[in-house]
């Protein structure tokens, strides 16, 4: 009898098939990362934040995600094989927020140790010789599963509280919203706020290095 599920069905049903290996992943990756920054958190001083936050791909973005990276953002309804949720790097995530830079920097070092035969995949800049706006490394926690693989984001906290109004308004908009938030006026702004808040990370760390000790 043939299948006559779509491909959306499909993942779907693989989607929660894999929900409890991401489940495991997640705490898993959470809590080897909180331990792996412990000597940072115990060392921060008051004007200092360090962050770790963790969470699980939803379903249809899940599902959204992996149709974006298709030829045409669409699924070729004559290959449902080739589809596959576990083609997904960040079903599982963790997300590091420092402030201010130099600790993100040394969380980075810490977790680039700890997890040194995960694959780096930075972010970039929005110029070729611009740091990256994030540190990623993805692996596979082969302790929790080695179904799904896991993401660790390192950023500055100024940068990732930024991403929580700019995904949802600007990369990831409702529908109505797509067309007037993707033009160039609007991503030029999106540019200018990421130049303002590295601008105030560094300010703020030639003044903190004049004035405070190092933590």
């Known amino acids: 009898m043939t299948d006559q599920r779509t491909i959306e069905d499909r993942l779907r049903e693989q989607y929660f098939q894999l929900l409890p290996h991401i489940r ?8 080897e990362v909180k331990y792996g920054v412990l000597p940072i958190l115990r060392n921060l001083n008051r004007y200092e934040r360090l962050v770790v936050t963790s969470r699980i791909k939803e379903c249809e973005s899940a599902l959204g995600a992996l149709r974006r990276r298709q030829e045409g953002a ?60 994030a540190f990623k490394y993805v692996g596979y926690c082969k302790e929790a599963s080695t179904e799904v693989r896991g993401e660790i984001q390192i950023v500055s906290m100024l940068i990732g509280l930024f991403w929580e109004v700019e995904h949802s308004a600007i990369y990831k908009p409702a529908p109505e919203l797509k067309g007037a938030v993707r033009d160039l006026g609007m991503q030029q702004r999106a540019k200018e706020v990421y130049n303002a808040l590295r ?13 405070a000790p190092s933590g």
């Open 24 to 31: 495991r992943v997640t705490a898993h990756l959470e809590a």
């Open 74 to 133: 669409t699924f070729d309804r004559d290959r449902p094989a080739m589809y596959t949720l576990t083609d997904l790097k960040d079903l599982a995530g963790v997300r590091v927020l420092g402030f201010p830079m130099r600790r993100v920097t040394e969380a980075d070092q810490e977790l680039r140790r700890r997890f040194e035969s995960w694959q780096a995949d930075p972010i970039p800049g929005f110029a070729g010789d611009d740091e990256p706006r």
């Open 199 to 211: 601008i105030f990370e560094e300010e703020f760390g030639r003044v903190i290095s004049r004035v």
